[in-house]
């Protein structure tokens, strides 16, 4: 099993900066896939980036604004939202999967931002 913890949401104004965590515990050794993906209100979960093997993947809405990036010693993710939009509120959540396919997700960390 793989416990994931998010950390690093809140509220912003417009054209600001928040960096979410995502700490991984348990077998972290199996995991070969991790990414971010949020939920706005009334919408489907959407991908929001995904980093696999040191190769980054971004949604179109985020490419040049949000930066995911790990820390293979702290078994921690990390997702760099700049020059945030009001539509990228949501609520943001951490996903990894493991070498068979199962998917662990977090528990969610709301970011809104306002106008």
């Known amino acids: 099993q793989v416990q994931l913890v998010e950390s690093g949401g809140g509220l912003v104004q417009a054209g600001g900066s928040l960096r979410l965590s995502c700490a991984a515990s348990g077998r972290t050794g199996s995991i070969i896939s991790r990414g971010w993906y949020r939920r706005a209100p009334g919408k489907e979960r959407e991908l929001v980036a995904m980093?696999?093997?040191?190769?980054?993947n971004y949604a179109d809405s985020v490419k040049g604004r949000f930066t995911i990036s790990r820390d293979n010693a702290k078994n921690t993710v990390y997702l760099q939202m700049n020059t945030l939009k009001p539509e990228d509120t949501a609520v943001y959540y951490c996903?990894?999967?493991?070498?068979?396919?199962?998917?662990?997700w977090g528990q969610g960390t709301q970011v809104a931002v306002s106008s």
């Open positions: 980093i696999i093997n040191g190769i980054t």
């Open positions: 996903k990894h999967t493991d070498n068979i396919g199962r998917a662990y």
